[in-house]
């Protein structure tokens, strides 16, 4: 990505002016950027040859071809370039990896940053984490409002709520899980979790595939539920299996960080699902993960592909600590049929990967993969970058910020040289990556 230095320089002359005048919003001149084919993230038709006018960070007018730019507006010429919203990895871990180690150990601010980083240079704009963040993290989204921290916005569920000695395994570097066994220690946890403010509230109810492990019992995360809608807070589960969606859909479960696999759903899931408004996050890269490396597609030789990899992540792979999940190739094709039914019935679907909760789930490139899988299981290019931007911003309730090439959004951008319209692999052809108006510098 090659970002012009002369842009940033005149990004921090505005902010000086912003601050400056009695009426920042008079003083602040507007940026244009002019000739770019724009995708509203929504579904709108694009607009060829069109402008994004922003100012202070948030995007004031989408033009058509021949619009006058505001007066004293500063021009940036992008003909040819395609521009949409920064994509929203909608279900994503910080920090437990770290080249070819994971665990909790390397949750630290270092290796969150490198991380946030890393996302950035692969067009992602918001980085939603499910319920493995330690207290830190706080604190760097506090640094990131109050404007000193330019990287990803970080939505946040904290803590989550899992199992004791069952999901998710502290092994994997969820450590800091909340395990409740009673319904006194259910409101405790919550309100811990809600004194620190965090963006949602995550859920694992499952057995993670073990018989042997326990779920969480029903009365308990009801509980959650409840106390998390008491706050305004919505609750994000993990799922698998088919009856557990439909019981957590009837007990008011806000949505769905993973795919149904064990069966294709049924009538009654996708009128609760409709009912209620659920939204749903794949997660299809997840389960090719789990095989796919050792097939060694052509794609891994890919520039796109090899610089995500951390060091020592291409050995790892062809490591016998590499572990072939040979039912993840069944659940990856009932998971993308199961996408498919669930949208064409008007469901809201994410785009997510649970990237960076381990070694093979590649942050950066897995976002990249899932559009094109979601394109694979019969979405549209369209509708899978409605999925990584609206649709995740909606099902997040981060939506009135995000998501959307629309006037009041807050400006976050990704810039293309191709038109992903044409071939979602085309996400891939990363030219710049704005956040709040302003294009990053020196990531790559
Ligand atoms: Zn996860």
Known sequence: MRLPTKLAAMAGALCMLAGAGANAQAASPATVLQGVRIIDGQGGAPIENGSIVIRDGRIEAVQPQGATPPAGARLVDLRGKTVMPALIAGH?????????????????PANVTRQLQKYARYGVGTVAVFGTDHDFIYRMRADQRAGKLTLPTIVTAGHGFGVPHGAPPVAMGMDQVYRPTTIEAVRKDIEKLAARKPDLVKIWVDDFGDDKTKKMDPALYR???????????????????????????????????????????????IALMKEKNIGYIPTLQLDEAFFVYADKPDWMQDRFFRDALDPGVEAWLASPAYKVKQVSKQDLATAKANVLALHKAGVRVGMGTDSGATIPRIQGFAEHRELELLTAAGLTPMQALQAATSGNAAILGIDGERGALVPGKQADLLVLDANPLDDIRNTRKIHALWLRGVPLEGLR
């Open 92 to 108: 994503a871990h910080l920090g437990i990896t770290n080249g070819a180690k994971s665990g909790a150990a390397e949750i630290t």
């Open 223 to 269: 509980e959650v539920i409840r106390e998390a809608h008491q706050r305004g807070l919505k609750v994000v589960a993990h799922v698998y299996y088919l009856e557990d969606a439909k019981r957590l859909a009837r007990d008011g479960v806000d949505l769905f960080g993973h795919s149904v696999r064990d069966r294709p759903v049924d009538a009654e899931l």
